[in-house]
């Protein structure tokens, strides 16, 4: 600005048209603030020079400025600062843009306007003289300069090298046109200034890249290069490379940074690409295996990473130079099919996956590992060795081993249960089978698997559609007591059918169990009560009911006797007395039935004197004990009692039934009551007998038999006859009081249910009986063979 | 004629054994209650008595018992309808009870009778003991 002061605008015009003439160009001259001063188009002067904009707008191509008045303006020099020297001494520079400027055009003006500032300083020399001393140096310089532009040009296109020059003061920077076509920058939208162009750098550690660069530049003079990054305005990141030199004034300090731009964003990306692949590649391979190794052509280690050392316990270098066989000698039997099958692989030169082994550490420690490995070869097709990989399978092992053993247990668990276990699957195919199931059929479980359960177990055949139900609807089924023939007796089992519906398989599982026993039990212990309050019942009324009998028979009794004792001296005298003969009364008497009016009272009478006793029979309390009897001689007793046995009309004649006899050897005497055991027998003999003649049977008989039932410490009394047999609706209903087959008043109904009292209740026994219509009965008595310690 | 005490408050049954012993030649004297039998104790002397259990007033056991003190020859025959009757032990020390129970029916009327004489005519060495 000092300079502009001390010029005369009219001679600083006067020095641009002067020049414009000589040059053919158009001159100008900047002053403070960016202020065309003087210019060889007049119509210029007074604008203010906006800047790089302005020089690229191409209005301008060059101009002079010193450094200085580039720095107030806001120009940023693209270019080369030349010190310009006058007579020994630095007047100036003349700034050369080789790489940008279109045209040398301006060239000369620098020098002018440095001689213009000259004259100013050195006001007392003659201006025209150094006038026209700068404008032929000028011309030299300008002819130089044209020549390495040229050149610099050809080389920064054909190298896409960018020119960059940063004047540090300012933070101007100017590019060269490659340097825009490299950042992808319009020259006219973007001005390049250190500031604008660190925006383009928003990576944290860039932040101080400019400040590095001159701390760099400061400490050396050496030229240098460093890479850096660009955001471009496609939003994508470029990568450049760069050098730098400092430019220095005399005093050495840092003025300027110049320095080359080269995009190396392919390179950069595919290294980048090669980078992310290998360590992508380090990754995979990292999770699939826990090490990598490599063999020679001799079959020995040559390379091992990895983690080889944590799982095996031994340092990649004891591994190095061995054989896989020289490793694991100490700890492998080489002879077993695995091994032999591996080194006929190694040797064969063969791809092998998930060679299993098990390794004791040094420590004692086991594992398991697991090797693949791939043979690889020269292009010639030579075996170069193996490449592969090992991996530490302990963990899945021991959960192998675990798995197998919860299996095992829940198959254990399974087969201990006493239901039979049945598992089928949504078409009704068998899918578990557990002993008990096994057991049942004699199916085993390798026979019954996956075959239809109605094929193995077909009495559940009607059951298919509640199996489907209970799929269907995700509830279990229920059915209780089902009876069913077996070996021509009842059973009862209650089935449940549970549906199946985790993890997604549709299917049930039938449990089958046996209440066959439990059934008895109840209908038995229904039966003991049954009597009980009608032995409680019978106590309150037996004395009740007594008297009036009494009363009623006794009477009877002597009624008879006056009516028909024909020798009773009370009798013959009232016959006597009243003019009657006792013929003549007997006579009457008979004619009009009385005597058997008479023995019906008395039957009757002594058949509800029978019920009244029985029924009382079931007030007793069992006592237990009783002397020993032996049950054979017992069952020959009253064998013998029913042969003679007429005190009830005659229905049967038991002398024509066959008795087989079948006595264990081995039983021995029973505690008993022996009247009472002998009044069960005889009651038994009867039925049996009764039954038999009823049906009309030709050939009738009685097995009986004796034996000893080991598991239950019983003996046991059978008497089967070959009779009509029985029902299910009669056999669950014959020990009950009152119940009774034969005509009303035949029997008393209570038989069988005093005899069931006195097996079960005072003998602690069981009584049961098995029987089918057509079958014939058998009727089992079992006693305990020690005394029951109930009192 | 031999006297015979019956000792039943139930009079068909009363009446059926009076009728009984009358037609085989006995003089039945029959008592409703325990109380009126030991009164008659103090008129008639009977060989034997049957004696009911459950009676109005004092029982047949208590009867036994002091008519037994009164009359020392006297014969006892129980014949209950209770079946669970048991003689009670005080009771069975005595020589002149019938240790065989009978009880209400009693079907066999002269099986009875004949249980009776056979403990008349068995007096002689019983009252000793007694």
């Known amino acids: ?791 | 004629m031999r006297t015979l005490l019956i000792l039943d408050d139930d009079s068909a049954v009363r009446r059926s054994f009076c009728d009984f012993f009358e037609d085989h030649l006995w003089d039945p004297v029959p008592a409703e209650s325990g109380e009126e039998a030991l009164t008659l104790l103090q008129s008639v002397r009977p060989l034997a008595a049957i004696v009911d259990v459950r009676l109005p007033g004092i029982d047949g056991n208590e009867f036994i018992c002091q008519a037994s003190r009164l009359m020392t020859s006297l014969k006892f025959l129980v014949c209950t309808g209770s079946p669970e009757y048991r003689i009670p032990d005080d009771l069975r020390r005595l020589p002149n009870l019938c240790p065989r129970v009978f009880h209400k029916p009693v079907i066999d009327l002269q099986e009875l009778e004949r249980e009776l004489i056979r403990m008349i005519d068995a007096q002689g060495t019983c009252s000793e003991c007694g």
């Open chain 1, 1 to 791: 600005m000092k300079h502009t002061e001390l010029l005369e605008f009219t001679k600083l015009q006067h020095i641009c048209i002067t020049i414009a003439d000589k040059t053919g160009c158009n001159v100008a001259i900047m002053g403070p603030g960016g202020r065309i001063i003087a210019s060889s188009k007049p119509e210029r002067i007074g604008v203010i020079h906006p800047g790089a904009a302005l020089i690229l707008d191409g209005q301008v191509d060059f101009f002079d400025v010193t450094e200085e008045m580039a720095r107030e303006s806001g120009v940023m020099l693209e270019g080369r600062s030349l010190p310009l020297e006058l007579e020994g001494k630095r007047i100036g520079s003349v700034g050369v843009a080789a790489p940008l400027a279109e045209s040398r055009r301006y060239s000369a003006i620098v020098q002018t306007c440095v001689t213009v500032m000259l004259e100013s300083e050195f006001a007392h020399r003659n201006a025209q003289a150094q006038l026209n001393r700068s404008i032929e140096s000028s011309k030299r310089t300008e002819t130089i300069l044209r020549k390495s532009e040229k050149r610099l040009r050809e080389m920064s296109e054909l190298g896409r090298i960018g020119y960059w020059y940063w004047d540090l003061a300012s933070g101007n920077v100017e590019w060269s046109d490659q340097v825009y076509k490299i950042f992808q920058l319009d020259p006219k939208q973007f001005i390049p200034h250190i500031e604008s162009i660190m925006t383009r750098s928003p990576w944290p550690e860039d932040r101080l890249r400019d400040q590095e660069l001159i701390q760099r530049a400061s400490q050396s003079r050496e030229p240098g290069s460093y890479e850096q990054r660009f955001l471009l305005p496609d939003g994508s990141t470029g990568y450049y490379f760069s050098t730098y030199q400092g430019i220095y004034d005399d005093q050495g300090k840092l003025l300027a940074i110049e320095g080359t731009v080269q995009d190396i964003t392919g390179q950069k990306r595919s290294r980048l690409a090669l980078e992310l692949s290998e360590s992508r590649f380090r990754d995979f391979a990292n999770s699939a295996a826990d090490w990598f190794w490599e063999m020679g052509p001799d079959l020995r280690f040559t390379r091992l990473t990895g983690r080889i050392e944590e799982v095996m316990g031994l340092p990649p270098e004891q591994v190095v130079g061995r054989t896989r066989r020289e490793i694991y000698r100490d700890t492998q039997d080489f002879d077993a099919p695995h091994w032999q099958r591996h080194f006929h692989t190694l040797e064969s030169h063969l791809p092998f996956s998930n060679f299993e082994v098990r390794w004791v550490r040094p420590d004692g420690e086991s594992r398991f590992l697991n090797f693949s490995g791939k043979p690889f070869f020269d292009a010639q097709g030579n075996f170069l060795g193996y490449r592969g990989v090992g991996g530490d399978i302990t963990a899945r092992k021991q959960q192998e081993k675990e798995l197998m053993h919860l299996r095992n247990y829940l198959v254990n668990i399974i087969d201990s249960m006493p239901s039979i276990l049945i598992g089928v699957d949504n078409s009704g195919m068998i899918t578990q089978w557990n002993k008990e199931a096994q057991y049942s059929t004699g199916i085993p479980f390798e026979e019954a698997l996956g075959k239809p359960l109605l094929k193995v177990f077909p009495r559940l055949a009607e059951e298919l559609s509640r199996i489907h139900r209970a799929i269907r609807t995700r509830r279990k089924q229920v059915d209780s007591k089902r009876p069913r023939q077996e070996d021509g007796e009842v059973h009862y089992e209650d089935m449940t059918i549970y549906p199946l519906i985790s993890n997604g398989v549709e299917g049930a599982v039938i449990r089958l169990d046996d209440v066959t026993e439990q059934v008895r039990m109840q209908e038995m212990m229904i039966q003991t009560e049954k009597m009980l309050s009608v032995g409680g019942l019978a106590a309150g009324m037996a004395h009740e009911i007594n008297n009036p009998l009494a009363g009623m028979m006794q009477t009877a009794n002597v009624l008879k006797s006056r009516l028909t004792d024909t020798r009773m001296p009370a009798n013959l005298r009232a016959v006597e007395a009243l003019g009657l003969s006792m013929e003549v009364l007997g006579a009457y008497l008979q004619e009009r039935g009385v005597p058997r009016m008479l023995d019906d009272i008395q039957t009757s009478g002594i058949r509800l004197a029978e019920i009244v006793e029985n029924m009382l029979s079931f007030a007793r309390k069992g006592e237990g004990g009783g002397s020993l009897h032996d049950l054979r001689e017992l069952i020959d007793k009253t064998l013998v009692l029913a042969t003679t046995d007429y005190s009830l009309k005659k229905k049967y004649d038991f002398k024509t039934i066959e008795i087989v006899r079948d006595y264990a050897e081995n039983l021995p005497p029973v505690p008993c009551e022996s009247a009472e055991i002998q009044q069960v027998l005889l009651n038994l003999f009867r039925n049996g007998a009764e039954a038999m003649q009823s049906s009309g049977g030709r050939h009738q008989r009685f097995n009986v038999r004796t034996r000893l039932s080991k598991n239950r410490a019983m003996a046991c009394i059978e008497i089967e006859d070959n009779g009509p047999g029985m029902d299910e609706s009669v056999r669950r209903r014959i020990f009950e009081p009152f119940f009774t087959t034969k005509p009303v008043g035949v029997g008393t109904g209570l038989g069988l249910s005093v005899s069931y009292f006195i097996i079960t209740e005072i003998h602690k026994g069981e009584i049961t009986v098995v029987s089918k219509p057509g079958k014939g009965a058998r009727f089992v008595i079992s006693l305990p063979i020690v005394p029951s310690g109930r009192g």
